[in-house]
């Protein structure tokens, strides 16, 4: 058994790596970036060592410098994490040459699988099932075309090298087909460096279960499924085990596809078998097809933990000691069911569009695992995925399990930056998915409802009007002394871009009206709290005239100086980013006629592409930035010259 392991990530998988090895008693080794230098896995690690600046180019996809910091500080043996280099097998090469462990599979192993093409014609030849399809070297536009006519639409374009829902596209339409393939070669390019596709057959009503295995480069064993089927964008939201509505015969058709999968390529250590299945009926056994081989741990691995009580890491670490499997397939057991739903920095109001800040305050009830990188006074990045944490939960029943994720979120507190917890928190009560109907389609049907936004109770904007008035503290003296009437005291909130003005009367010391629209509340002191109209004070966060205010769903009010009440007035005729990106494509020219709808530039984000388009028929009269440019939230990229009146 190794003494000291170098993690290769960060966030919240290296601290998970961490965790696991200090319960071992081995001494760990963190790698840091510029950007990561204060972060959570360079504090808990024992040692730590910087390999270079804020992109990932330029520090986690350093390999040379990974392995030296390996060298330099006695570790025996890699850990890569998932995402950066935990599927590049030039980088197990590179660490085994160098005399070092990679905790994972074999560079073959990786090659074997990491091409989705050649994956899937050794997956025939292994005698599992998978999806028709295009798998073919060609990738000229004619002959890819020509494949999706004869599979028939609808039609799944896949980066042959990729993952996470990057360089994907769904075409229902033919006439839609040139536009989308640019779009996934451009998008697979950026991602994995390579843009070739492959074409597959849509299945309707597709859910998405994957098969957790575990090999030691002979044999393999299965831990079960997990069902992913709650999906936005090809991206999972919120992931369960065991699957719902499975059968043992299934499981154990697809347990024993999983098996033999692994041991086609002589796998070693943890994987999953990521499988699409036809969710249009009762499951069936022959209703399931092999989609790709994750070569690494995934993201929802805790889930597979929770009903199963083994610790994956722990696993990785002992076989890749050359330890046996722990566990043979008759001693492995499903134990209830778990849920894990994934927190991210995103706004749900502007399509999902991943956000970053400074994280005033980050908490989650008792009875809950969060998986975390970060802490409160911690930075989102706009170099990084801005996942915050995974929020995972296991009771006896897939009901009790539900009914405690819907508590964890609505109890989990984040200030800040915005977050997708209500989002999170209304998928969780979703009826379909509580009576156990998923398809990777249930949130796009009904993402209006999903990402509807509760509005501010007026007990919420009491509570804000009074923590903006400093009068959420115990009552002095003299609150609420007035001479010849009761004492009234105003502030003006904004919420959600609407001004409000609250008034606070003063009835006593500890005892206040708060007259907000047509709504009063009552505050009241009693036994050493403030109570409004009978209810405990909300908990909140207030920073900077930032006030959070903690409920089911958290409510950002901003206290409006009344010296800067200046309105801004937006012209429409500006085009913004919406997110901090690089300006991958730009045709948008000065002079350009354009119209709405149009497409003028591309932004990327976490590796993910975004449109910009023109909000109305116009001209171009500027074009603010260059292509290749970095820019911030809210940086001027475009101007339209202004209409006529």
């Not at 020509?146 to 028939?152: D, H, M, R, T, V």
């Not at 009491?462 to 003296?477: S, Y």
């Not at 008034?503 to 009063?520: H, S």
């Not at 730009?586 to 023109?614: D, F, I, N, P």
Request: aromatic share 6%; glycine share 12%; charged share 25%.
């Amino acid at each position: 058994m190794f003494d000291t392991i170098l993690i290769a990530n960060r966030g919240e998988i290296a601290c998970r790596v961490i965790r696991t090895a200090r319960a071992m008693g081995l001494r760990t080794v963190a790698v840091y970036s510029d950007a990561d230098a204060g972060a959570m896995h360079v504090q808990m690690a024992d040692t730590a060592v910087h390999i270079g600046g804020a992109a990932p180019s330029e520090s986690y996809l350093r390999g040379d410098a990974i392995i030296a910091a390996a060298r330099a500080t006695g570790a025996q043996a890699v850990h890569p994490g998932y995402g950066f280099l935990s599927e590049n097998p030039d980088f197990v090469e590179a660490v085994e040459a160098a005399g070092l462990t990679f905790i994972g599979p074999s560079a073959k192993a990786i090659r074997a699988m990491g091409l989705k093409d050649a994956a899937k014609a050794l997956m025939v030849e292994a005698g599992v099932p998978v999806v028709p399809g295009y798998h073919g070297a060609d990738q000229s536009d004619p002959v890819l075309t020509q494949a999706a006519e004869e599979i028939g639409y609808p039609v799944l374009i896949k980066a042959v090298a990729g993952g996470g829902g990057k360089g994907m596209r769904l075409v229902e339409d033919p006439k839609d087909f040139a536009d989308a393939l640019a779009s996934a070669r451009g998008e697979a390019k950026t991602a994995f460096g390579n843009p070739d596709v492959l074409i597959e057959k849509f299945v309707t009503n597709p859910r998405h279960i994957e098969v957790q295995v575990f090999g030691d480069g002979e044999r393999a064993v299965h831990l079960f499924e997990r069902d992913c089927s709650l999906q936005r964008r090809h991206q999972k939201v919120i992931e369960e085990a065991p699957a719902p509505g499975m059968t043992g015969a299934m499981r154990a058709a697809m347990g024993e596809a999983a098996v033999k999968a692994a041991e086609a390529i002589g796998y070693k250590g943890a994987g999953t078998i990521e499988f699409i299945v036809d969710g249009s009926g009762p499951l069936r056994t022959d209703g399931f097809w092999f989609m790709e081989m994750n070569t690494r741990l995934q993201v929802e691995h805790p889930v597979t933990e929770a009903i199963t009580g083994v610790d994956l890491v722990e696993w990785q670490i002992r076989v890749a000691a050359a330890e046996p499997i722990p566990l043979s397939q008759e001693d492995l057991t499903i134990t209830g069911h778990a849920f894990e739903a994934r927190l991210y920095a995103e706004d749900v109001e502007k399509g999902f569009l991943p956000a970053t800040g400074r994280l005033g305050a980050l908490s989650f009830p008792d009875g809950v695992r969060a998986d975390t990188g970060v802490r409160a006074g911690d930075v989102i990045s706009p170099h990084y995925d801005p996942m915050i944490s995974k929020v995972i939960v296991h009771g006896a029943t897939r009901e009790i399990a539900l009914r405690q994720l819907t508590r964890a979120l609505r109890q989990t507190q984040v200030a800040g930056t915005v977050t997708n917890l209500a989002f999170l928190a209304a998928l969780s009560e979703h009826e379909g998915f509580r009576r156990g109907e998923v398809d990777t389609g249930l949130i796009g049907r009904d993402i209006e409802a999903l990402a509807a936004v509760a509005p501010a109770r007026p007990a919420e904007v009491a509570a804000a009007a009074m923590v903006a008035l400093g009068l959420d503290r115990a009552p002095g003296r003299f609150d609420g002394f007035s001479l010849w009437s009761p004492l009234v005291r105003k502030v003006a909130l904004r919420h959600r871009g609407e001004e409000t003005e609250v008034a606070l009367v003063m009835r006593g010391r500890g005892d206040a009206l708060i007259r907000t629209g047509e709504a009063e509340v009552a505050a009241l002191w009693q036994g050493g709290a403030w109570r409004l109209d009978g209810g405990a004070f909300p908990a909140h966060h207030a920073e900077g005239g930032r006030i959070t205010v903690f409920g089911g769903v958290a409510q950002v009010f901003e206290a409006i100086d009344p010296l800067e009440r200046a309105a801004e007035a937006g012209s429409g005729d500006l085009i913004e980013a919406p997110m901090p990106g690089l300006v991958k494509v730009l045709t948008a020219k000065a002079g350009q006629t354009v119209s709405v709808g149009q497409r003028l530039a591309v932004l990327e984000a976490m590796k993910m592409e975004h449109g910009l388009t023109a909000p109305r028929d116009g001209v171009v009269a500027e074009v603010l930035v260059t292509e290749g440019a970095q820019v911030e939230a809210g940086a001027p990229l475009i101007r339209l010259e202004g209409e006529e009146a």
